[in-house]
């Protein structure tokens, strides 16, 4: 105990006084409730003036490592061995807080938790059931395919030069006219956006969305400062988005076949409408087509078709098709865009799996993928005739919807507003997961995104019962 601070060092003497102490409880010298010498002590024992002392011992109080028990002097604190741990990690909350990317509703990390458990019943999730994956049929194309070394190592900056080519022959049939140099491939269709985000728009800009949409639910464009504006598709829109827009710049998000969460599909009408609308306003449009594949009946063009001058940014993706597990999805659009785009992915993961992309390749050639369509179609009808069936059988007095018109959706709305987080949660306790309207529309109050895409059909009887009795106790 004869060590003194060193007049000559960098550090404060109180800050090496404060750096001795903490130092034998760290080694376990003075364990949690010793006490501690009188500062009259430690002042002649580190010759120093008794107010450096004094200095010392407050700021280790402050830091919950030392405390005061009036008329019995100075301890080590009960909890000190947690304080300097405090002290000595990184503080990651004050990072998480104050970092660039918006965290998710609490809602939705809970249905991200909650979808991993084998005894929850899924009535919301925007996927396919395992039992609607190809999954031996992919697994027979592995043995199928001839893979070249390149196709083992990094993908080019734009894609598989293969597979561009295939995409655009498949979107021919779309009556979207493009060549390999305005396509990139993406890591699904949500990369698509999020390179759209940070590498063609600046802070602020506006991206016009309707009132119900998928990326209130996700945050790739509010995470890097863009202006989320809800609009309505009526009569006024070209003035609405030129008096919105004003100088700035802006997109529209659209999903006009098969939205996401409400199901609905465009006409061609519309289509065009929101074309020329955005075109007064040299607003380009992001379009989603991801579901289009899904239509029960015969799909109508898309935007994309009608484009003549570049300004729409199509997404195509296997997710909600083949496989969501490839990871391959499509961006088009002009060669300058496409370019810029296939600049930062690369920058951030080097391009799409190789492997994934050459099993997409051989499903496109091969005609597998389309076979697979027309099944899984037929599919999802009758899983949509079923579920439609126990809601005319139990819901119509309390509840209404559209007669789906494909893919996985439908946009189930009650006649009160009883869709919260409490109800959510009751159904949570049973076992049952559902997505809220609220999740879409943070207003909504009175709509579920019911999917018939995942549970089987004994799970999907069995939720839908569960729903409706925790619907009836809050009507």
Known sequence: MNWQP????E???????????TEHIERGDWVAGTKLPTQRQLALQFGVNRSTVQQALEELKAAGILESKVGSGIYVAP?????????????????IDTSLHKPNYHTIQLINEYEQRDDIIRLGTGELAPTLLPTAEIEASLKELSLQPKAL??????????????ICEYVEKRGIHAKPQNVCIVSGALQALQLIAVGLLEQGSIVFQEQTS?????????????????IHRDEQLVQTL??????????????????NPTGGVWTTLEKKQLYEACKASRIPIIED??????????????IKSMDESGQVLYIGSVSKTLSPGLRIGWLIGPTTVIERLADIKMQTDYGSSAISQEIVLHWLQSGKYEKHIKSLRKELLLRANFVEGILQENFTGIASWEKPKGGFYIWLKF???????ELFTKLLHRQVLINPGYIYDPQDTQHIRLSYAYASYEELEIGLKILYECVLKRL
């Open 289 to 302: 087509d991801v579901y289009h594949e899904l239509l029960f009946e015969a799909a109508t063009p898309p």
């Open 242 to 259: 030129a008096q919105r827009k004003r100088k700035r710049q802006a997109v529209f998000y659209a999903v006009p076949t098969l939205n």
């Open 415 to 421: 006649h009160e507003p009883i869709v919260d987080k």
């Open 153 to 166: 190592g990094y993908s080019s900056p734009q894609g598989s030069d293969g597979l561009r080519e295939a």
């Open 79 to 95: 909890n000190s061995w947690y304080s300097l741990i405090t002290q000595t990690q990184p503080n990651w909350q004050t990072y």
């Open 6 to 9: 060193n007049r000559q060092g």
């Open 214 to 230: 998928y990326l209130n639910s996700v945050h790739p464009f509010q995470s890097v400062g863009m202006q989320m504006l809800s």
């Open 11 to 21: 550090m404060t003497l109180q800050q090496q006084i404060v750096t001795w102490i």
